[in-house]
C-alpha cells in the first residue's frame, strides 16, 4: 500500500459524476466516471467489480485516499504493447481521429499513431471511414521516454494475406477467370478460395464500380463469386482479385455520353461534410463540392440541402478517367446572380446593400442576388484610417457605396464608401484655383495640422506649417474645433481627395494689402505742408485781383 503502487478496489457505487470504491483504507475513494470509459467511450464495470487502481495519494487534504483507474490501465497496456512488440503480437484499438500524417489510436487508454501509408496495403479512397472502428494493430516502435507508440495495421494484412494465399507457387496467371467461394470478410475486402487451398484478395474497392461502404452489404461467407486474377507476385504467396473488371467499365465511354459542360440528372447517394456524391450513371459517382453547390455561398453543408435519396441535376465540370473521378456542379444549373449583377451595374455606379460581416480584410455588404462585396478597409474614409473608419459600421446596417469593379470569373465585386464625394470634389477642384480665398469649417484635429470642411463632400487640409509664420507647437491653441474661418487654397491633393489650405498666405496676404493702401495715400505732414501752400496760393490770387480792381 504505496503511492504510485496498484491495488484491487471494489465499486460499491456510480453516480452520473463519479464511481464509488472500497479499497480497505480509511475511507471510500471516488474516481471520475470518464476513467472507467473503454475506447469505445462505454462504462465497463458494474456495481460489485472488482478493478485494479493506483494509488496516486494515500490521503488528502481532506482524509480522502486518491485513486486512478486510468493511471493502472495505462501501466497494464503499456506492458502489453511492450509484449506484443517482443512477441510480433498484435493489440487491440480504436482509430479516435485524423491527425497529420496519419490517424490517432486509443488503445486500452494510450495513445498512439498509426502512419498513413501503414493503414492498409490498397490506397483507401475514404479513410475518414475508419474514425471510430476498433481494430488489430502491430506496435512497430515504442519509446519510452517520450511516451509514444507507433503501430501498423498494413503488416496485420499483410501477414493474413501470407496466411491465407499460401506461399507456393500456384498455376494461376494473372487475367485468368475463376470461379470462387467467399471464405473470410474484412472491412477492407474478401479473402475468396480458388482452388487447390489457395486463397486470393478481393480488395473492397475491386467488387464493384460502384461505391461499396461495407464489404458485408455485397458479399457473404459462402457465397460463389466470378473473378479474375489481377496481379500474382509468387514470392510473397500474394494473389489479387477483382470482380468489377468482369463488368462493362462505365467509365470508358463515359466522357463521350456526358461531355464536360453538359447538363444530367442524378441521384444522391453519400453525404460528407466537403460535399456530395451523386450518381450519374451506372457504377459512376461524381463529387459536388461545397464551393460547388451554391453562388451565394462559397461553402454549404450538403447535409442541409439534399438527402440520400433525392434526384438533382448537375453539370460536369471535369472528367479524369485514369483516376476515375468527375467534378460536378449544381450551381453552374442555376441563374449566375454574378453575372446578373454585371448586367445591371457598371464600375461608378451607387448602390445600397446591407452589411453582412466584418473582419481584417474590410466590410462584406450583401447585394442584390444575396451575393457580397468587399468594402476594403482602405476604401472606407480619405480622413481616418480604414481599422478606425470601420469601428463606425455594424452587422446588418445599411450603406452607400460605389462599384469599383465586377470580376463575374472570380465571383468578386469590388465596393468603395469614401469614392461617393469623388464627384463632388472633382468639380470643386475644377472651379476653385490656388490662391483663391474660400471659407471652411474646422471638423477635428490631425497628427500635424487639421482637418477643415469646405462643403459638404469636400474636405481639405490644413498643416501646421500653414497656421503661421511663427512656431506652432499645438494646433489647437490657434484653431478651434467647430470654428469657421476664411483660407487659402494653396494645393489640390488629387491622390487623396482633399484641398490643403493655409491661414499664413491668408495673413500674409493681408498685410501685403494693408501696405500697398498705405503707400498710396500721402503721409501726414506732407498733406499739412501741401495744405498751407495751397491757402498761400489762394490768398496772393485774391490779392492780386482786388489791386487790378
Not at 470478410?185 to 474478401?190: C, N
Request: proline share 3%; charged share 30%.
Amino acid at each position: 500500500m504505496r503511492e504510485g503502487g496498484d491495488i484491487l478496489a471494489q465499486v460499491i457505487a456510480i453516480n452520473e459524476n463519479y464511481v464509488f470504491l472500497n479499497a480497505g483504507l480509511k475511507s471510500e475513494s471516488r474516481v471520475a466516471v470518464e476513467e472507467f470509459l473503454s475506447d469505445d467511450g462505454i462504462m465497463d464495470i458494474n456495481v460489485g467489480d472488482t478493478v485494479e487502481v493506483e494509488v496516486e495519494m494515500l490521503e488528502n487534504g481532506l482524509g480522502e485516499a486518491v485513486l486512478s483507474r486510468r493511471n493502472a490501465r495505462r501501466k497494464k497496456a503499456w506492458e502489453k504493447m511492450k509484449a506484443a512488440m517482443e512477441s510480433d503480437g498484435v493489440i487491440e484499438g480504436v482509430i479516435q481521429s485524423r491527425v497529420k500524417g496519419g490517424f490517432s489510436v486509443l488503445c486500452d487508454g494510450v495513445r498512439a499513431f498509426l502512419p498513413g501509408s501503414l493503414v492498409d496495403v490498397f490506397p483507401i479512397a475514404d479513410q475518414n471511414a475508419l474514425v471510430g472502428q476498433r481494430m488489430e494493430f502491430k506496435p512497430i516502435k515504442i519509446n519510452n521516454a517520450k511516451n509514444s507508440v507507433v503501430l501498423s495495421r498494413r503488416a496485420i494484412i499483410e501477414r493474413n494475406m501470407t496466411n491465407c494465399e499460401g506461399g507456393e507457387a500456384t498455376p494461376f496467371n494473372e487475367g485468368d477467370r475463376i470461379n470462387g467461394t467467399v471464405r473470410s470478410i474484412t472491412d477492407y475486402g474478401a479473402f475468396i478460395e480458388i482452388g487447390n487451398g489457395v486463397f486470393g484478395l478481393l480488395h473492397i474497392t475491386d467488387i464493384s464500380w460502384k461505391h461499396v461502404a461495407s464489404v458485408s452489404d455485397v458479399l457473404s461467407v459462402g457465397d460463389t463469386v466470378d473473378v479474375v486474377i489481377v496481379r500474382v507476385i509468387p514470392e510473397k504467396g500474394r494473389i489479387s482479385l477483382s470482380m468489377k473488371r468482369l463488368q462493362p467499365d462505365p467509365w470508358e465511354f463515359f466522357d463521350r455520353s456526358h461531355p464536360v459542360g453538359s447538363r444530367v440528372f442524378g441521384k444522391v447517394v453519400r453525404l460528407e461534410d466537403y460535399g456530395a456524391f451523386v450518381e450519374v450513371a451506372e457504377g459512376v459517382q461524381g463529387l459536388v463540392h461545397s464551393s460547388e453547390i451554391s453562388w451565394k455561398r462559397k461553402s454549404f453543408s450538403s447535409s442541409k440541402v439534399w438527402q440520400i435519396g433525392e434526384e438533382m441535376e448537375v453539370m460536369v465540370l471535369e472528367i479524369d478517367k485514369t483516376r476515375h473521378r468527375v467534378s460536378l456542379g449544381s450551381k453552374q444549373c442555376q441563374p449566375n446572380p454574378w453575372q446578373e449583377f454585371a448586367a445591371a451595374y457598371r464600375k461608378g455606379d451607387t448602390i445600397k446593400g446591407i452589411v453582412s460581416s466584418i473582419n481584417e480584410h474590410g466590410m462584406f455588404v450583401e447585394l442584390p442576388g444575396e451575393i457580397d462585396g468587399l468594402v476594403r478597409l482602405s476604401d472606407l474614409s480619405y480622413e481616418e484610417d480604414g481599422a478606425q473608419a470601420v469601428l463606425s459600421y455594424k452587422k446588418d446596417q445599411e450603406v452607400e457605396t460605389t462599384v469599383l469593379s465586377i470580376d463575374v470569373e472570380r465571383e468578386r465585386i469590388g465596393l468603395g464608401i469614401k469614392q461617393l464625394s469623388d464627384g463632388e470634389f472633382e468639380t470643386f477642384a475644377s472651379k476653385h484655383l490656388k490662391g483663391t480665398k474660400i471659407m471652411g469649417l474646422v471638423s477635428g484635429y490631425a497628427p500635424k495640422g487639421a482637418h477643415v470642411k469646405l462643403a459638404e463632400n469636400v474636405r481639405a487640409y490644413l498643416p501646421i506649417n500653414e497656421i503661421s509664420e511663427s512656431r506652432v507647437e499645438k494646433v489647437e491653441d490657434h484653431v478651434k474645433e467647430g470654428e469657421e474661418m476664411e483660407f487659402i487654397l494653396i494645393d489640390i491633393d488629387r491622390k487623396n481627395h482633399r484641398a490643403i489650405v493655409s491661414l499664413k498666405e491668408r495673413d500674409r496676404s493681408l498685410r501685403e494689402k494693408s501696405l500697398r493702401d498705405n503707400n498710396a495715400r500721402p503721409s501726414s505732414k506732407l498733406g499739412d505742408l501741401l495744405q498751407a501752400k495751397l491757402e498761400e496760393s489762394k490768398a496772393d490770387n485774391a490779392a492780386k485781383a482786388k489791386n487790378s480792381d
